[in-house]
Every structure is written in C-alpha cells, then in structure tokens.
C-alpha cells in the first residue's frame, strides 16, 4: 500500500513514517501543501494521512488536489486542534475517510490506513 503523509512537523512525520513502514507499507513524506501537490502529480497513492493545519498551505487545497489528480486516494485528517470537530470535515472533503486527533497512537493509525486501504469508497 502506497501512503503520503503530509505533516508539517517532521519528528511526528518520521515517527508515523517509521511505523508504517515497519508494517509493510510504502511511505513517502511532505511538509507543506506544494511539496505534497507536486508529489501527488507524479506519484500514485492509496491513501493520504493529512494534518489539517500545515505550516505553509492548506490542508484543503492538498485534499482537493488529490480529489482531482488522483480520485480513488482516500484521505485521513489529523489534527491537534477542535476545529471541524464536529465532523463537517466530511462535507467539505469528499475523499475524507477519518478524522483523527495527531495524538492517535502509530498502531491505531496503521489499522485506519488498512482498512480504508482495503476497501472501496
């Protein structure tokens, strides 16, 4: 399985990028929204773990692009803030699977990514 994790903070990116590979998977890693757009043009995916506040771009526009580029990419929001806690994340994303908060354990975060991996929609 192919992952894009777009995460602005590169010692949680590492830790989550380590995990998944340990559990099998492909990983690649972005920090802000133009790195993750241009890797997205050239670069296949399965799912893209996505923290809702980047440093530099938004969180929006990647999933957006990817909607575009890349339409059967399912995307997984993360994030440390309450905002769209109300899960209107789902309406403003198509491609939206789960929103999770960027505490969520390595092993719990690679079940989500087999899972929305694994099956359609």
Not at 11 to 27: A, D, F, N, S, T
Not at 46 to 65: P, Q, R, S, T, W
Not at 78 to 93: K, L, M, R, W
Request: proline share 4%; hydrophobic share 40%.
């Amino acid at each position: 399985m192919k992952v894009l994790i777009v995460e602005s903070s590169e010692p949680l990116g590492q830790i989550w990028q380590r995990h998944l590979e340990r559990q099998g998977m492909i990983v690649s890693r972005c920090g802000t929204q133009d790195a993750a757009t241009e890797y997205l043009s050239t670069h296949a995916v399965d799912i893209i773990v996505l923290n809702l506040v980047l440093e530099e771009g938004a969180a929006l526009a990647v999933a957006d692009y990817a909607n575009y580029r890349q339409p059967a990419a399912r995307v997984i929001f993360v994030t440390n803030t309450s905002f769209f806690s109300d899960g209107s994340i789902f309406s403003h994303s198509s491609n939206a699977r789960a929103f999770l908060p960027s505490t969520t354990p390595p092993d719990d975060l690679a079940a989500m990514i087999e899972h929305y991996g694994t099956v359609d929609g």
